[in-house]
């Protein structure tokens, strides 16, 4: 298991950008995991974003592709995303997961381990 800490949440005006961090922490490094990120509005279900396998690949959501970028700096433990051009649709609350490698492969997305979340809203 891995432990995640989610930051660098806040509120944004249309069209900004922002970035929110995770931290991972635990007996097993960040780097033998698959991540992801993933958001929930209020009366919605909890969407999958992003994804980042073993190997460096990336999936997006169609919802946030080509604005949203995901990376991972594993000297840091950290796991990032970027967002561009953002839009009142993306407020929501923001996690990160470590995730089944087998379920990027899917598409499923199948998370092992979740971080509290940090809130984004856009207005």
């Known amino acids: 298991h891995v432990q995640l800490v989610e930051s660098g949440g806040g509120s944004v005006q249309t069209g900004g950008s922002l970035r929110v961090s995770c931290l991972a922490s635990g007996a097993t490094h960040m780097s033998n995991f698959c991540m992801a990120w993933f958001r929930q509005a209020p009366g919605k279900q909890r969407e999958g974003l992003a994804s980042?396998?073993?190997?460096?690949?990336?999936t997006y959501a169609d919802s946030v592709k080509g604005r949203f970028t995901i990376s991972k700096d594993n000297a840091k433990s950290t796991l990032f995303l970027q967002m561009n051009s953002l839009r009142p649709e993306d407020t929501a609350m923001y996690y990160c997961?470590?995730?089944?490698?087998?379920?990027?492969?899917?598409?499923?997305?199948?998370?092992?381990?979740w971080g509290q979340g940090t809130q984004v809203t856009v207005s």
């Open positions: 980042y396998a073993l190997h460096g690949s990336t």
């Open positions: 997961a470590a995730v089944l490698c087998g379920s990027v492969r899917t598409g499923t997305l199948r998370a092992t381990d």
